[in-house]
C-alpha cells in the first residue's frame, strides 16, 4: 500500500500516461473513438483505489488537494489558448445557428429531464458538471464539479454516464450519414458543406515550447487561485475557474496563441485530474449509476428532437446539427471523426466548433448547475 504523496502522484502519473500513449498511438483502430482513454484512465484508478493500492494519508491528501488545485486552472487557460473567435464567424448562418440550437436545446433538455425524474440538491452538482461536458468537453465537466463542489463520487457517476451515453451517441450520428439527402429534402436545406469546407483550424506549426507554457500556465494558476481567496460571493474555486477561463480568452488573443504545444499540455493534465478524481471514488456508493444513466440517455433523445425541430424551422442539413451537436457532447476528440465521414476537408470545422465548447461548456454548465439547485429548492 503506497501512504507516500509524492509515490502516489508518480503512480497517478503511471496511469495517466499509459492510456494516453496508447490512444495516441492507436492509429488503425477505432477503439479509443468509443472509449476515450479519460474512462479507461478513470476505471483504472478507481479499480486502484478500490483494491487498497494507496492509504488515504495526510500526505496523499495534501497532495490530491494541491495538484488538483492547480491543475484544473493551469489546464483551462492552455485550452482557451486554442480558442479561435475570428474564425467560428467566419462558419456562416447555417453553422452558427445549428451550433446555437446545439447547445441551448442541451441546456434545456438538462433542466426538463433533471424536473422530470425529481432530482435533488446532490445531483444538481452531478448534472451541472455533466452539461458542462456534453457544452464543451471532460475538462469543463471537471471544471464545473469543482466550481460546484462536487463530490468525488458524484462526479464519478458524471463520467460513468458521460461515458456511457456518448458512446451510444457517436455511433448513432455515424449511423445516421446515409440519411443526409433525405434529411436535407425534409428540412428544405442547401447543403452547407461545400461553403464552409475551406474553413480550417488555427493550426500552430513550429517548436513545442512546453516548458515555456507549462510556467505561463501554472504561474496563471497560482494568480486565479490568489486573487479567488480575496473575492467572495461565489466562493473560491468558482472564482479561480472563471479568472483562468478570462485569462485563457484573453491568452487567446496574444503571440501566446501561436506557441505549439499547449493542446498536448492541456490533455495531460486532463488524463492526470481524472486519475486523481478516479482514486477517490467508491464503488460501495454506484448503486444508482443506472437511474442517471437513463436520465442521460433522456436528455440525449430530447436534445435530438430540439435539434431536428430547429433544423426544420431553420432549414439546416444533417451535415450541420450533426456535427454540432457532436462537437458539444464529444468535443474535439470525435466532431472531426464524424465530419471526415461527410468530407474531410470539413474536419476543421468540426474543430473549431469543439474548441468554442471550452468556453461554452463552462459557463453554460455552471449556469445549468446553478439553475438546477435552485429548482431542487
Known sequence: MIDSGILYLLSIAAIAGFFGIAERHDKTSRYFTYLPAIVLVYAAAMAAAQLG????????????????????????????????????????????????????????????????????????????????????????????????????????????????????????????????????????????CDSVSGIGCACTIGPKRYWLLLGIAFAVALVSQFAAERLGGLGSTTWTVLIATLLGIAGSYTPLSRINGSAELASTMLL????????????????????????????????????????????LDLFSIAVASLANIGGVASAPVLAAAYDRALIGVAVLMAVVGYLAGTFGGLAVGYALRALAG
Open 53 to 192: 493500492v494507496w492509504e488515504r494519508s495526510e500526505s496523499i491528501s495534501a497532495l490530491y488537494k494541491t495538484a488538483k488545485n492547480n491543475l484544473l486552472p493551469a489546464m483551462l487557460f492552455l485550452m482557451l489558448l486554442q480558442l479561435d473567435l475570428s474564425r467560428f464567424v467566419k462558419l456562416g448562418r447555417s453553422m452558427l445557428i445549428a451550433y446555437t440550437a446545439a447547445s441551448l436545446s442541451i441546456a434545456a433538455a438538462f433542466v426538463t429531464v433533471f424536473s422530470l425524474f425529481g432530482f435533488g440538491k446532490e445531483e444538481a452538482g452531478l448534472f451541472g458538471a455533466l452539461c458542462g461536458s456534453w457544452m464543451g468537453g471532460t475538462a469543463n465537466m471537471l471544471a464545473v464539479g469543482g466550481a460546484l463542489d462536487v463530490s468525488e463520487t458524484m462526479m464519478g457517476y458524471a463520467l460513468v454516464v458521460d461515458a456511457v451515453c456518448y458512446t451510444f451517441w457517436v455511433m448513432f450520428l455515424l449511423s445516421v450519414i446515409r440519411l443526409a439527402p433525405l434529411f436535407s429534402r425534409w428540412s428544405g436545406a442547401v447543403e452547407s
Open 272 to 315: 492526470l485530474l481524472v486519475a486523481l478524481i478516479g482514486s477517490r471514488a467508491d464503488f460501495a456508493h454506484f448503486g444508482n449509476v443506472s437511474l442517471y444513466i437513463a436520465a442521460g440517455f433522456s436528455i440525449l433523445v430530447l436534445h435530438a428532437f430540439l435539434l431536428i425541430a430547429a433544423a426544420r424551422i431553420f432549414r
